[in-house]
Nanobody, 117 residues
Framework: QVQLVESGGGVVQVGGSLELSCVAS????????MGWFRQALGKEREFVAN????????YYAEHLKDRFSISRDNEKNTVTLEMTNLKPEDTAVYYC??????????WGQGTQVTVSS
């Protein structure tokens, strides 16, 4: 088992920026994938971004790729999501996700991001 701890959520005005971090309780391996999902109130969960640990390749939801950036730190077992030019529709609970080599999903408890007008 692995635990994921998120931080960095908060309230920001339209056009502002936030940086979210997720720390895993173990080393990450080449088959692991870590990333972020979000769920807005009354909406279904949606994919935001992830990074493949094998090579650090990054993948984004198409409509977010120009504003969001994901990075990894192998030494710190950490992924970071930098969010810029935030919009009201970015308001959601953001969840860190880890999928291991067996296809098991692990989730953080979530961190709230609120973008106010």
């Amino acid at each position: 088992q692995v635990q994921l701890v998120e931080s960095g959520g908060g309230v920001v005005q339209v056009g502002g920026s936030l940086e979210l971090s997720c720390v895993a309780s173990r080393r990450l391996f080449i088959s692991d994938v870590m990333g972020w999902f979000r769920q807005a109130l009354g909406k279904e969960r949606e994919f935001v971004a992830n990074v493949k640990w094998s090579a650090g390749n990054r993948y984004y939801a198409e409509h977010l790729k120009d504003r969001f950036s994901i990075s990894r730190d192998n030494e710190k077992n950490t992924v970071t999501l930098e969010m810029t030019n935030l919009k009201p529709e970015d308001t959601a609970v953001y969840y860190c996700n880890l999928r291991d080599s067996h296809g098991n999903d692990y989730w953080g408890q979530g961190t709230q991001v609120t973008v106010s007008s």
